[in-house]
């Protein structure tokens, strides 16, 4: 008791610290920029860390709508060679896959326009960076976003009569987090499409909003994909995280309701920062002891522990992946013998051709000024940019050989690019902001939309009574209405000759209630072990 009471208090302190900090920066800008800042006076510029390439994506609306999306993965420091004191952000690795999730933000504000019976006579505009999986970079984002294109003016916008909706993002706890204690300060919505954890309280964030929160789903479907098979004693590998932690002491619980025994939890000294490899090997021989064939991951992705000195120990074992390792297809395709015949839980949706259509059109001879594309097709292609400057930085950096291509290559696909409007968690963060608005502007007759009625903290006032509504409507509806139950389905993935692949082999189908039915075709899969039959576990 007073170790929860002690842990509840030095989060309230750390909480009210950030705000009392935040205030105090707002105060000042207050005082150093009044209301017709717009002017750009020198003393009211936010000097921020310079970035190396932004990625900012804009387009005029009625209502603007923010988006903080992680495509990069890493940050790391480069040095302007005009300001050698000065060191800027340097976003590295970005992944296709999660670039999928901002061409999932452009499509839904692209169907949304063109549908008259969502917000008629209203366009949606958006303004959007990559947050290169960073707290500072996320940050930046959020106050450039705020201040509008152009120089980033603390506590102000510069936008003429448009509307400020509120933000989408970001996929992770890294970057969610302290977008929350800045957007929650200042009072504006903010939509998680990825972020699932406990620590993102609705009392601490009161304008936090999480469309997705599924962790009890998805390890019930999980335990029970366990229990069709008769697998009785399992092992789960967690990251070394209070993420991982939780997310670990959950799935125990909840295959301890169907009877499956866990022989071990394996998540120390797996840290995806400083890994500390003694340890790590010090886990595993107890792994090699418990003679478990299945292991369940949990908690952050990361593939430390696929490490080529813990191979050996994986080549028997079936391992189990929830839909954020999942949606990791270089994961599965770095490490084939150890993942071969593995079976993951993804977040299943109906082929959308609208999407595809529309996917389609990102190539860089169409979008020139996409750079997160061209960097797709640097680091993924090995084509390059036609800047002969970033052409030798990212040879250098990526340790890679640059080549001019023909322009007929194409991203590999990652895997399903289908997306059914209710599913996907991107689109869903949209819908759920959208109809909010929806609401807000139907029952005002669009009157505000001009900012003839209200000013911006009437505007965001009533837009969260709103969208509070649009909140307990969908927790009451989840119960009797397939429309917001998410939909899963199992995959195999499996390596014939070096090529991977991935085949549905079950589904979790919505029955009309919240349960849902397991349909399963248990010849479609292929096991690890020769006689292609279910691994029995001891």
Sequence with gaps: MYRFLALHL??????FNLIRN??????????????????SLPACDL???????????????????????????????????????????????PLHHYYKNLQMFLFAIDQMNKNPTILPNVTLGYHVYDSCSDPRKAIKSVLQILSGPGKTIPNYSCRDHQKFAGFIGDQSLTTSMPMAQILSVLNHV???????????????????YISVNEYFMIYHY??????????????????????GERASLLLLRILSNFKICVAFIANHGISVSKPERHVVESVYSGIKKSSVKVIILCGSYHDLIFESSLRKLFRDITFILPPNWASSISLIGKYPEILNCSLSLIFWSEADKNFKNFVDGFHPMIRPKDKLLENLWMTTLFCSSGNKEKDSLYENVYRISLHNCTGQEHLPDVGDYSSNRTTDPVYRAMEFLVKGLHVLYSSQN???????????EKYRHKFHRHLKKVSHAIVRTTKGNEEFIPQFAVRNHV???????????????????????????????QWKNKKNQIVKTA
């Design 47 to 93: 000097q921020i860390v310079p970035a190396y390439e932004d990625y900012e994506y804009v387009q005029d609306g009625d209502i603007i709508i923010g988006g903080v999306f992680t495509v990069n993965c890493l940050m790391a420091g480069y040095k302007i060679r005009e300001k050698p004191n000065l060191t800027a952000m340097f976003c590295l690795k």
């Design 446 to 456: 669009y009157s505000s939309l001009n900012g003839q009625t209200d000013d911006e």
């Design 190 to 208: 903010q939509v998680t499409y990825g972020a699932m954890d406990d620590r993102l309280e609705k009392a601490l964030f009161p304008s936090l």
């Design 495 to 525: 390596f014939v000759n070096g090529s991977l692949f991935t085949r549905d082999v079950w589904m979790f189908l919505s029955n009309g209630s919240s349960h849902q039915k397991l349909a399963i075709n248990s010849t479609l899969i």
């Design 22 to 39: 935040m205030w105090l920066i707002l105060i000042l800008c207050l005082i150093l920029c009044p209301n017709s800042v717009c002017s």
């Design 222 to 243: 999980i335990s029970e994909v366990i229990r069709h098979f008769g697998w009785t004693w399992v092992g789960i590998i967690s990251s070394a995280d209070e993420s």
């Design 10 to 15: 030095f989060r309230f302190m750390e909480i």
